[in-house]
């Protein structure tokens, strides 16, 4: 629509007395044009990088709580070989469930 009144206006030259007026105009027209052209390009580009560090913040968790899990198993291996060495089994037995039967 401002591309339309702008090109009329400059065509029956009504922007020649009016110089502020014809900015404004310029200035609608390019904001009708950028905004939807910014909108289509920015856009994508800003849900990608929250996807990506979503996807960071998920592995950073996951990496995390494989962290917490290791030291819950070296000290559930711990328990377990004092146990047996309460209980006088052989600590050298390969299979970590023997101690808890």
Known sequence: MFFAL????????????????????ASATAFSFGLPTALLTVQPRAERR????????????VAEN?????????ALLEMQRNLRQLLGEDSASSNPCAAFR
């Open 6 to 25: 702008g090109t009329v206006g400059d065509w029956q030259g009504w922007w020649e007395e009016w110089g502020f007026l014809g900015n404004l105009v």
């Open 50 to 61: 929250q996807e990506e560090q979503q996807e960071t913040k998920a592995r950073a968790a």
């Open 66 to 74: 494989l962290t917490r899990l290791h030291i819950q198993i070296g």
